[in-house]
Every structure is written in C-alpha cells, then in structure tokens.
C-alpha cells in the first residue's frame, strides 16, 4: 500500500505511531529526501528509508518519540570507513542523512491538519505542497517549534496549523510552495525577512496522488509486468477488449483490469495522465498499438513505450507524423521497448521495461552503478 494512504488511515485511526521523513542527505545514502517510513510504540514498521545502521537508528528513536511524543531531529553519519558501530554492523555508505521524527495521537489539532494535507491529494488527486518546520532557532524563540506544518495549493494558497505573525515570511513560505510545485524538488530550505532580521529553517515536498502505470495489453507480459509495478507502488491498470484476456484472476491482487476497446479505454483516462505516468503498449497486434497511439497523441505523459521490432515500429511512429502528431511528442515514444538485458521470456522483458520505465520517471544515467562509482572517483 502507497505509504501516504497508509499514514492517512493511521492519522485517521486515532492510533499513537512516528513518522520518519528523511529531510537531509549528504554524500551517498540509501534513500533521498521526503522518503517516509512510519513506526508504531510496538516497533511495527511500513515502508522504508533505507534498511541498515541508519533505518536501525531512526527505528529506535520513533519507536520511543510514538510514545513519549517528543518531536526529534536525528542525524545519521555513515561514513565510518568501514568501521564497526556499538552493534558490530557496518555503515559504509559514506554519506550522512537528516530525519525528523513526528510522533502522532496526542496532539489532535496536528493529526487533523495533516489529515486535510493527505485528503486534498488522495481525494481530489492533486498534488498539494507540504511544508514543515524544522526547529526553532536559538536566537529566535518565536518561530514556528519543530513538526510544525503549513500546506500550500493552487487553489487555496498558503494554509498553516496558526497564522504566521510575520507577514513577510508568510509570503516567502507561498513563494517556496508555488516553486515545489514547478519543480517537485524536496528539499531543506531556510527563509527570512531581511527586514527584521528573522528566518525559519523548513523541508518542502510536493506530496503527489499514487503514479498511474497503464498497461494496453492483458498478454504474457503484461502479467509479470503489472505485477512488477504493483510492487514498485504505482496504480496498475491492465486493459485489454479480449473478455477472456481481461480477467483479474490472472494477476496479482491490486491491479485493476479492464475490458474496453483500448482506443476507448485510454481516450477517457487522458485526462487523469501526467508527467508521474506510464503506458505501455503491449497489445496482440500492431494495429491495436497505433490505435493507441492515436488516442494518446499529444498527452503529456512521464513514459510512453510500445513493444515491437525496429522496422513495424518505425513504420508506426511515421505514420504518426504523417498524420499530424507532433514529432517531438513521437520521439518520446519509447521503441522497441525497454533495456537490452539479453532476456526472452514475458518475465524478462517486463524487468527490461521496468526498469527503462524506472529510469525515465527518475531520470537515470541506464548505466552500471559501478562505472558510475568509477567515473565519480576519478
């Protein structure tokens, strides 16, 4: 389950829990900034920032914050050069990362103000900005304490759990909401008012509804494929107008399958695709992709691929052009599908795309983490 909809149900439960953001890292770490992981008082854990000495560390003091209620801003240093810590484990990342620990079920005005937070992004299916603050400096008791939280939109502006007495860094707090949502770049960020000397040290996200991962095609690889997205926690959507192809015995539970004509099918999601999204073509004929094709021309979309040989693609995609598609838009087109791993079977060719689509959406170098390592040090 995304783990946003699980923080949702736990703030809406009433249950006592932490929630571990990641708001800082330097060198190199197991996760970046605005990954979450949520500790219940009896250790129980969902989702990740990274397993290991820092997950470890992080673990204990949420496990304590969830029932003491004690807000914690915890730092992580890996870089210990292969030297053993107090539990004879190994922290050789080499990097250092910064949580905030936020305990939750006895301070009500906060667990509503996140719940609003989660609801306009999980129900209107939008993507809302988070902002909350990360202390308060010693020269300047009156800003906002640590765990404090504001939320910015489009439509509704800047909102916060009380009024900033400052005007001025009120307005630099709706600057930085209106940048998170141009940019999706978490982040920790100080602002101030030069005027009267004050600042407020924040981390900013851009909290965004589960990535849609649409499937045309409900064959051999598109089994293996959804269900590799599944796990990797996007909303899989399988559709295929073979009744017989489009059943959801055939793939794992969470994804939901459709049997509609796929030109049908994809023109009424258009509109709910953006740049967080993938298509993958994968139907049983060429004629059906370019259906396809056709009904997504011009859509804005993260990752769009279609699976087939050089030649019957290339054919595809300039009738495309021909046909007045933009041809920037046709470039994008991802084809044939997915990384040259050497793999034949379904189950093969769904980890080649994969992990194309992964790359893409993350903007990946597609090359070997360790020519990677060696190009860094040299």
Known sequence: MDVHQKLYDCLHSGAKFSLVTVVLTCGSTPRNAGTKMLVSPDGDIIGTIGGGCPEAEAWKEAKEAAVSGHHILLDVDLNHNLEKNSEEELMICGGRLRALVEPFGSDPEKTLFLEHILELM?????????????????????TPPLGYHWLYTESTGLEGQAELPNFQLKDELAKLGRKLLENRLPGWYTLSDAELGQRIEVFAEVITPTPHFIIAGAGHVSKPLATLANMCGFAVTVDDDRPKYADPKFFAQGVSVRNQPFSEFLTSIKNDLDKTSAV?????????????LQALKGSNLGYIGMIGSRRRTSLILQRLIDDGADPQWVKNVHSPIGLDIGGEAPEEIAVAVMAEVIGTLRGGTFLPLYIQRRTNNN
């Open 122 to 142: 999980l129900n209107e299916h939008k993507p809302v900005v988070n902002i909350v603050s990360l202390g308060q400096p010693a020269d300047q008791p009156q």
């Open 280 to 292: 993958v073509l994968v139907t049983r004929g060429h004629k059906h992709d370019e259906e396809c």
